[in-house]
């Protein structure tokens, strides 16, 4: 059955027997049992009792001299008792000291050590008990440094892992390595939405998911389970909102459950709803949006007031990498202070609150539009939009719509709405061309630079420029001509 997960061995991390041996100065020798690299020590202990079970708590080196050890010993069952209680107790290894009780160690303690799988390691004349202690600490002391470096390390190769345009294949992707296993992370369904690492053995892989709904089912914070040689662990997120994360790994290390407990608190961050307003306060708006509610009588609820003034941003962005997912966009509304985020296609939109102007963020493109009242969202989505492709035509990290009034705006709006669509009613049926040419325009008719703002070809630019001069009756080379088109597709 799945258990509480937390460190199955004490803080500081165990000495290899084998590290103990290697010891000159000890001169310590393995008389029998397993290979000696096999064998962790927790701690080092000497008893000279006949039964020391009621003193030990498992995983120590246990030192004795045979002070306990009488002469009709050897001929009837006390080293197997004595042996058999060592193990029984969890003791990981029996020092026997020669001298100077013994001048050797006893043929049947060694019989009976081999019988039980208990490693024995005879203790030299020179060498003190007190001494091999402290060898055992000073190699705990090492282990411990080295254990908490490595988690320092792995600390900051997370956070580093999670400020990445991919933040949580990432930090999948690092803890994998990290744990030399597996990393998944489990959505509030049961089913995976990433993974990374080295898939484990069939049986082990069946169980990550069922651990992971025994955590979901009884509201635990995390479990631990070993199937088929392989360790698994479950940490439930943070959010509330029934994520995972699962993670099987081939060993355990004392510092790995605190390496997966800070990937856990990073995709916490990532999945949950980094918001000004609560969640039941924006299912409240846009139930109104749906029964005709206007955007300035909703826009209180997405935030306060808004920004300055109750102003918003509209911001568009687009990954430089790849294809931007559900959580990628999710922490880019949190790095642009807001949680009103829409994933939807190639594009993530973003609704800012007006305050300090959104900066750029690192692997991504964005079109900013001007701050902008509630009613004016529509117009701003289509400046943001401008703004991006702008953006990623001239390879800018960021473009904000221009907020100088232009010469269009002397003429009455009214008017220059009239002269706009009459100007431009033989391509106003076809978007394409509309757009294709506000962009091509708005480059100074770079042909290269408009098709990357339009992920097109070149030479599908060159056609809907072609027809729309036809189309328009219009010599697009003539800068008046340019000019006056652009005041009419600047309306919105």
Sequence with gaps: MPEPAGPPTPPTPPVSLAALLSRDDLGLRQITGPPAADVAIHWAHTSEMSDPYPYLLGGELLLTAGVHITEAAGSGTYFDDYVSRIVAAGGAALGFGVAPVHDTVPRALVAACEAYGLPLVEVPPRTTFSGVARAVWQLMAQARLAELRRVSEAQQSLAAAASRPDPVPSVLRRLAA????????????????????????????????????????????????????????VYALGTGQGFVLGVTAPRREPGDHTIASVAAV????????????????????????????????????????????????????????????????????????SALVDPAGDVVRVLVPAGPEPAPQPGWTLGVSAPVAPREWPAADAQAARALARARATRTPLVRHGARPALADLVPDDEAEAHARALLAPIAGVPALTETLRAWLSLHGSWDRTAVALSVHRNTVRQRIARCAALLDADLDDADVRMELWFALRRP
Aim: no cysteine; aromatic share 2%; net charge negative.
């Design 266 to 337: 990073l995709l916490s961050l990532l999945t949950g709803e980094h918001q000004s307003g609560t969640g039941a306060a924006r299912s409240s708006a846009l139930v109104r949006l749906l029964l005709g509610a206007g955007p300035e009588e909703v826009a209180p609820l997405l935030g306060g007031e808004g920004g300055e003034g109750g102003r918003w941003h509209v911001v568009h962005a687009r990954p430089v990498a790849q294809a931007p997912d559900p959580v990628a966009a999710s922490a880019l509304g949190a790095a642009l202070g």
């Design 178 to 233: 990290l744990l030399g296993g597996r990393a998944v992370l489990y959505g509030p369904d049961g089913a995976g939405i990433a993974a990374a690492g080295r898939e484990p053995e069939d049986a082990a892989r069946a169980a990550l998911p069922e651990l992971a709904r025994f955590v979901t089912d009884r509201a635990s914070t995390t479990a631990t389970e070993t199937v088929a040689g392989s360790h698994l662990s």
